[in-house]
C-alpha cells in the first residue's frame, strides 16, 4: 500500500500536531509515510517549514492554545520527518502569476505552481483556496478526498 504522490501544504501538516477537524486522517496519512519514506509521496516548497512555524507561533502567541516548547518540539518532528523540498527561486515567477491572476496570495500559489511544474495535485486543508481555484486547471483535493482515494486505491 503506497500514498498518492502530492504536493503536502502546511495546512495539512500541521493537523498532525494540533487537535483539528481531519487530524486522525493526517495522523493515518503521515503513519504511512513514516513506514514507507522511501517512496517519498509528497513534496513541498521550502516555504513549507516556516508556514507551518508561523501557524504554530500564532497558537501560541495570538491565540494562547499552545504550549512554547510544545510548538517547538512539533517543528523539530516535522523537520525530522525530511520531507524533501523544492526552493522557493525556481517556484517564484509562476507564483506570482497564479496568485494575480486567482487573487491568492504567491504563498499558497508556490504550492500550487510546484503541484502543476510536478504533475501531482495539492492536498490542502484550505477549504478557501479550493473553492478560489475551482473551475481553474490546477489539481487541488481535500483531505477527505485524498483519504478516498488512499482507500479506494489500497
Not at 498518492?4 to 477537524?21: M, N, T
Not at 518532528?77 to 527561486?89: T, Y
Not at 510546484?114 to 495539492?122: Q, T, Y
Amino acid at each position: 500500500m503506497s500514498l498518492p504522490s502530492c504536493i503536502l501544504d502546511a495546512s495539512v501538516a500541521v493537523k498532525l500536531f494540533l487537535q483539528e477537524p481531519f487530524t486522525p486522517e493526517v495522523t493515518l496519512i503521515f503513519s504511512e509515510y513514516i513506514a514507507h519514506p522511501e517512496l517519498e509521496p509528497f513534496v513541498v516548497p521550502d516555504l513549507f517549514y516556516i508556514e507551518c512555524a508561523n501557524i504554530l507561533w500564532k497558537r501560541v502567541t495570538r491565540l494562547k492554545n499552545l504550549d512554547a516548547n510544545l510548538a517547538r518540539r512539533h517543528i523539530a518532528d516535522l523537520r525530522n520527518l525530511h520531507i524533501p523540498s523544492v526552493g522557493m527561486a525556481t517556484l517564484s515567477e509562476r507564483a506570482v502569476e497564479i496568485g494575480m491572476v486567482y487573487d491568492i496570495t504567491a504563498y499558497d500559489a508556490s504550492y500550487v505552481a510546484l503541484s502543476e511544474a510536478r504533475g501531482v495535485p495539492l492536498l490542502t486543508g484550505d477549504e478557501r483556496l479550493i473553492q478560489k481555484l475551482r473551475g481553474s486547471p490546477f489539481d487541488l483535493v481535500s483531505i477527505a478526498d485524498y483519504m478516498t482515494s488512499f482507500f479506494v486505491a489500497s
